[in-house]
């Protein structure tokens, strides 16, 4: 499976962005998807996921209310909506396939090369 990864940009506190993922290769239906972000000197940390289905979905706690993921199988992409931005949110974004139900990068077999997303106070 290959990932690509789009949609970061500048914004400001309290903006939106919709970052997402377009995959090719591999049934891309068959995979949970998941969203990582990694901000300069820190690991890269767990965002949300969603199951092949669409019908599950996990967050972060600090994501939750804020961000929404979604999943449209019949265009192989993933998104991520993410709403009431804060300069904490900096970071790059990956997306990430896998066929396990976790939140470590270690569950995740395939990886995008990542996108930045900056937000501005």
């Known amino acids: 499976v290959q990932l690509q990864a789009s949609g970061g940009g500048l914004v400001q506190a309290g903006g939106s962005l919709r970052l997402s993922c377009a995959a090719s290769?591999?049934?891309?239906?068959?995979?949970?998807m998941g969203w990582f972000r990694q901000a300069p000197g820190k690991e890269r940390e767990f965002v949300a996921r969603?199951?092949?289905?669409?019908?599950?979905?996990y967050y972060a706690d600090s994501e939750k209310g804020r961000f929404t993921i979604s999943r449209d199988n019949s265009k192989n992409t993933v998104y991520l909506q993410m709403n009431s931005l804060k300069p904490e949110d900096t970071a790059v974004y990956y997306c990430?396939?896998?066929?396990?139900?976790?939140?470590?990068?270690?569950?995740?077999?395939?990886w995008g090369q990542g996108t930045l997303v900056t937000v501005s106070s």
């Open positions: 990430a396939a896998g066929q396990r139900w976790g939140t470590s990068p270690s569950s995740y077999d395939y």
């Open positions: 969603i199951s092949w289905s669409g019908g599950s979905t």
């Open positions: 290769g591999r049934a891309f239906s068959g995979y949970t």
